[in-house]
């Protein structure tokens, strides 16, 4: 069957540290995969997208990773503060379609 | 507005009732969708809207739950004889594109069926 799992469980760091956030998929060939941020009681925001045929994208202090072998993005944020503390969402869209797939998101917690 | 708009943000319910979910999506933007997350869970796909048309309906839960959109602009999303699991905020994102492009979100709807 067609799964989207990203850590379920909270990911708490410490301020000035690198956080990694991962999204791992099976039987699905996403051509997009996004990431998006969410606050408690808000919509998502849209942060970062990549193509199947990139390897790496960046953003100030963003980066994702997209290994289509490994089925797997990673999500970096490098130099976190305590205001990147959010869920983070990964979404899937495959080619030829219109769905969005979303994982169940990672919250994350940066510790002051 | 610059965003997408959703109303009402809040609604509380019986069971049994109608309720009538309104999103305004940008200006502009040609691609609609509406999705569901319940407490603590992802975001669950219902429905797509290219201009007035919805391609695929089948990620409605049952046939109590409807959208129509109209002028390629606002949709309303339509809830029959609500029960309680449909206990959810209902969440309406618009994109430029209809594959690839980003989706802007509204804060969405929280429904509550007693």
């Known amino acids: 069957s067609q799964k989207i799992e990203q850590n379920s469980e909270a990911l708490n760091i410490q301020e000035g540290k690198t956080a990694t956030l991962t999204c791992n998929y099976t039987?699905?060939?996403?051509?997009?995969l996004q990431w998006y941020r969410q606050d408690p009681g808000r919509g998502p925001v849209f942060l970062l997208l990549i193509r199947e045929n990139e390897k790496e994208k960046r953003k100030e202090r963003l980066k994702v990773t997209f290994d289509t072998t490994l089925k797997q993005s990673l999500f970096h944020i490098t130099a976190s503060q305590p205001a990147d503390s959010a869920t983070y969402l990964c979404a899937l869209l495959t080619s030829g379609t219109y769905k969005y797939i979303f994982g169940t998101g990672t919250r994350l917690k940066v510790l002051a | 507005g610059a965003g997408v708009s959703q109303s009402p943000s809040n609604k509380v319910t019986e069971k049994g009732k109608d309720v009538e979910l309104r999103c305004d999506p940008i200006s502009g933007h040609t691609a609609l969708y509406w999705y569901r997350q319940s407490l603590g869970q992802g975001l669950e796909f219902l429905i797509y809207f290219q201009g007035n048309s919805a391609p695929d309906k089948s990620g409605l839960p049952s046939d109590r739950f409807s959208a129509e959109r109209t002028g390629g602009s606002v949709s309303t999303l339509t809830i029959q004889r609500t029960q309680q699991e449909d206990s959810a905020v209902y969440l309406c994102?618009?994109?430029?594109?209809?594959?690839?492009?980003?989706?802007?979100f509204g804060e969405g709807s929280r429904l509550t069926v007693l």
């Open positions: 039987n699905y060939s996403p051509a997009y």
């Open positions: 994102a618009s994109s430029l594109l209809t594959g690839g492009g980003e989706l802007f």
